[in-house]
């Protein structure tokens, strides 16, 4: 079974830069898998940011994108502001309707 | 501005079956771009998909589930709903509902606020 794999955890200081990734545990990620991100805050649901890989939904500043680095998705967080502090789950579609979550990332900012 | 809303029994008992509804508003369940899914996350822990319907009833469900889930349309409401069967404490969790862009860039969005599962007698 295939898993799709995050950093547990990462901080990065304010004003910096920081790249979060999504691979699986076997082969490697590229655009067919649609990869898309999503940010979550305690309590709150899950709000989209980037879908299709590079592609930012409506009303995501631009300080947030979206590649493939190497065999994976990436998202880059450029100036990092506190409230960028956050729980970030990336998707993968793996074809015949299915899609499989990342375990996510846990953003500190400080 | 479509909007989605989960709702259902906050409490289920071990081996019974969980049963919730989301209401799709501001647009059409119907619409043929659009599949509808659910998510859960237990606390503390990671999103998990679930399954995702079209408005003609066609469904994926996630491997790991699908001998327990049932989601079905219902288009006169503008509804879609899950169910769960048997379930134990480890289903327990915030379930969410999601517009989800299957024919196109495959992503959801937007998410119902959630709502909190808990099973235990």
């Known amino acids: 079974q295939t898993v799709v794999t995050q950093e547990p955890s990462f901080s990065v200081s304010p004003g910096g830069t920081v790249t979060l990734t999504c691979g699986l545990s076997s082969g490697s990620v590229s655009t067919s898998y649609y990869p898309s991100w999503y940010q979550q805050t305690p309590g709150q649901a899950p709000r989209t940011l980037i879908y299709?890989?590079?592609t930012r939904s409506s009303g995501v500043p631009d300080r947030f994108s979206g590649s493939i680095l190497g065999n994976k998705a990436a998202l880059t967080i450029t100036g990092a502001q506190a409230d960028d502090e956050s729980d970030y789950y990336c998707?993968?579609?793996?074809?015949?309707?299915?899609?499989?979550f990342g375990g996510g990332t846990k953003l500190t900012v400080l | 501005q479509l909007q989605l809303q989960e709702s259902g029994p906050g409490l289920v008992k071990p081996s019974e079956t969980l049963s919730l509804s989301c209401t799709v508003s501001g647009g059409s369940i119907s619409s043929s771009s659009y599949y509808w899914g659910w998510i859960r996350q237990p606390p503390g822990k990671g999103l998990e998909w679930i399954g995702s319907i079209y408005y003609s009833g066609s469904t994926y469900y996630n491997p790991s589930l699908k001998s327990r889930v049932t989601i079905l349309v219902d288009t006169s409401k503008n509804q879609f709903s899950l169910k769960l069967s048997s379930v134990t404490a480890a289903d327990t969790a915030v379930y969410y509902c999601?517009?989800?862009?299957?024919?196109?860039?495959?992503?959801?969005?937007?998410w119902g606020q959630g709502t909190l599962v808990t099973v235990s007698s």
């Open positions: 299709s890989t590079n």
């Open positions: 999601a517009r989800y862009d299957f024919w196109s860039d495959n992503w959801f969005d937007p």
């Open positions: 998707v993968l579609y793996m074809g015949s309707g299915r899609v499989v």
